[in-house]
Nanobody, 126 residues
């Protein structure tokens, strides 16, 4: 069974950068699209980005376009989310999740994904 573990969160000042990692174990990552989601206190979980199993197709929420970059290294069984120019509104717990092969048109919906990691906290504050 595919298991996902997020890491790389922390406290950063506005304008700073972080790189999140989503490491897979228990099953190959090669056939899974991976999505990144986030959930702030009192808010619903929202889709941030998604990358297809091949890595050729990526999707981004409008709020992070031009600032976040998703990538994957299947040899290392890891998907990354590079976050630049972070803003206080990016503060949330960030999760990665898997779905078979492609992100699809419903990639931003948590219900479209199966396996989930435990999350990593990102706090953007001065």
């Amino acid at each position: 069974q595919l298991q996902l573990v997020e890491s790389g969160g922390g406290l950063v000042q506005p304008g700073g950068s972080l790189r999140l990692s989503c490491a897979a174990s228990g099953y190959t990552l090669d056939y899974s699209a991976i999505g990144w989601f986030r959930q702030a206190p009192g808010k619903e979980r929202e889709g941030v980005s998604c990358i297809s199993s091949s890595g050729f197709v990526t999707n981004y929420a409008e709020s992070v376009k031009g600032r976040f970059t998703i990538s994957r290294d299947n040899a290392k069984h890891t998907v990354y989310l590079q976050m630049n120019n972070l803003k206080p509104e990016d503060t949330a717990v960030y999760y990665c999740a898997a779905v078979r092969l492609s992100c699809g048109s419903t990639w931003s919906l948590p219900s479209s994904f199966g396996s989930w990691g435990q999350g990593t906290q990102v706090t953007v504050s001065s």
